[in-house]
Structures are given as C-alpha cells and as structure tokens.
C-alpha cells in the first residue's frame, strides 16, 4: 500500500474525490451495477497490464541487474536464503542518551522472501524487497519509540519551525491545480461507507485543508490527550528537521531492518515466525474489512500511543505495527538486485543515488519502513518486516510517523573497540 502523494491530491484527483464525498451514497442497484463496470475493467487492465509486462520490463534494469533470460525474478530470490544475524561484540562506554536503545550492528540478512498479500497492492511490494542479500552495519542508538506529538512540540516550540502540510502550496508549485486545493493541507485517510474494490487508493485517502501534524485527521481533531502517541503528517522534510534540532538522523533503510529484526534471522515478522504468539496482539494492525471497518480487536481501532505492544529483542516498540515510518533512503524498486549483483557484504548501504519508481516516475521517493495501523492480509501486509514501502518526500499522513537514530560518538566507539580486544586476549589468557 501506498499513499497518494501531494501533488496528485493537490491536482485535478482530489477535486474529484471531494466531489464524490458530498454526493450521497449510491443505491445499492447502482452500486452493484458500477461494481459490475469496475471488475470488467480490472479484467481488462490486467490483460493488457500482462500483455505489457510481457513485452516491456516493468522497469529499466541496469545491466548489471538482469536475471538470466527465462528465470522470473521469483525464483531467483528464492534461491538466495536468509544466513544468521551476526551482531558485533561490543559494549559502547558511553551512557544511552535518554529514550534511546543501543543496536549492535553486525552481518545480517536483508530483504523478503515471501509477501504474498502484498502482491496483490500492484506496488511491486514483494519483488522489491528480494533478493535477500547480506548487508553490514555498524551499531548505533535508537528511539526505542516513534517520536511523539509532546517531542515533536518541544521541537516546534523551540524552533518555530511550520512543517509542509501547514504551508500553503501554490499555483506555481501544482500548476493546474483547482484554485479551492490551493490550501494548506494534507493526506488523510477517508474511509468510505461501504466496501470498495482495493484498486483506487483515492477511495480512501482525501486531501484535507487544515490537516497537519497538530491536527491529523483533518481540521476538526487535535492533540488533546495524544501527548504520548506518535506525531504523524510530517513529510520528510519535517523528519529530517527535527533529527538535527535533536542531534540525531534518519536510519537508513539497512539500519532499520537490522534493528526491527532484533538480532532473529530471517523472521517473518519482529518477534518470530507467528503473526500471534499464543493468540496475542503484537503490534497495532487492521483488523474487520479493509478500508471500511476497523474492529480494534488488537485494542485499538485506527492509531495507538507509542509502546503499547511488546518491544522487540532490541527494546525497540511499534517495529511492525502503528504507524510507517521515514528511512533515508531514496526509493528504487532494484535497489537489491543492483547490491545482489555486486556480491558480498555490502557495508552501510545508504540507498541508491537517486529515487526512482516506475510507478510515479516523475516522483521523488523515499523508503518508508514498518507496518501500520491500517495493515491487514486484505491488502497490505507491511507488517512482514523485510518488506518495503516508499512515499513522495514532500506528502505526509495521518498514518506515517518517524524515528532518529545516533552514532556512538567515535572516541567511544575505539574504546569499545579496545575492549574487545582486551577480553578476548583474558579469554585466551585463560
Ligand atoms: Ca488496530
Ligand atoms: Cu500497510
């Protein structure tokens, strides 16, 4: 799954959603009439989508990516399996800085194998997270926690910064956009009434004036009493602005894998193999039918404060489940295949040069990583957690948060590296 970007709700989409948001609801004989009208023409697109594939590559491989002629990407993936998380032996000498949990850094194995609902979101969500290939990285302190609306505050408070969705785009930034979408805004998730076919996301993400971080479902909700969940629509301009106030950054997309998979190897999900352990809720998702009825039989309907499910074995909360959450780097759907084919251990990678989705390939993306509380088995579950997401940099929403994370500061890090050696040498001495 994945979020419509700014530009898109901004222009001509959006205008005709709100149009469909104030018409009253269908009757039921029109509804299933259209329905009828809309299978026909999934028929249809899939035929001459397959009918593209097969004469045209969904995207341009570089020549150091392409699969052998008659081998489907699939299998090639599958043959690479998951190797063990090595993670490096050290202990850092210096305290943790407050909120944050030490990840040792080590070999690991990243990427998917297997998302099979997520193929059917036509995002190329399961091919773009394979091959698994082995990725180095060296430790660092992480928020054990999505920022919150009170940390997110402080940051505004202190700085007066105003983020993207509280800017007023203009005409010369959206040219063609309808004049009334010319509003500071942002994306939020509509459900409609009734089910719908999961093909258009613009049956449930709107383009809300007055939404932003301080109001994140629109202009008519706030904070009051949501000090202690995760800030959500901030683009990743904003995330970015506030890791440097805090003196921290964005993970990498490697970092956040290593960490999210708390030193298990090749896990479907944080904790293990089982979605729920012994019948419990491990992180916030989706339940009833997906987009119009949230059960919260997880405890939460729609978005949860931080840390209410068990943390991971690194200490960290919410790694599969809330809200989605901003990685550095760019997205490009052939990004592992381009490390696969390089061979070996590729050590803190920090993502291709420049994004590229086939998909929306006149927008700027970046990978989002995580699960949320709109993930379900009905269309997307990014909750697996070698799976990938990516969203347009500019476009925040009510679903999508952020954390930092921050090196060891370097004289401490060859103490560390000192102490190794020492106790190995006792070891031996021994
Ligand atoms: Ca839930
Ligand atoms: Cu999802």
Redesign the pocket.
Known sequence: MENPPRSSAITAVSARMRKKERTKPQSAPAYSTLRRLVWILIALTTVSAAVAVAVFRPWPLSPATKVEAGQPMAEAAEAAAFGPTIPIATSVREPSPPGMVWIPGGDFSMGAMDAPATARDGMHAADDARPVHRVFVDGFWMDETDVTNEEFARFVRATGYMTIAERTPTADEFPGAPPENLVAGSVVFSPPAHPVVLNDHYQWWLYLKGANWRHPEGPNTNLKGREKYPVVQVAYPDAFAYAKWAGKRLPTEAEWEFAARGGLAGKRYPWGDQFRPSGKWMA????GHFPEI?T???????I?PVAQFPSNGYGLYDMA?NVWQWTSDWYRPDYYWQLAAAGGVTRNPQGPETPYDPAEPTEKKRVHRGGS?LCTDQYCSRYVVGTRGKGEVTTGTNHLGFRCVKPVAANNREIAATNVAQSTNKEIEK
């Open positions: 916030n998702t989706h339940q949230d919260g039989e997880d405890g939460y309907a729609g949860a489940g509380f």
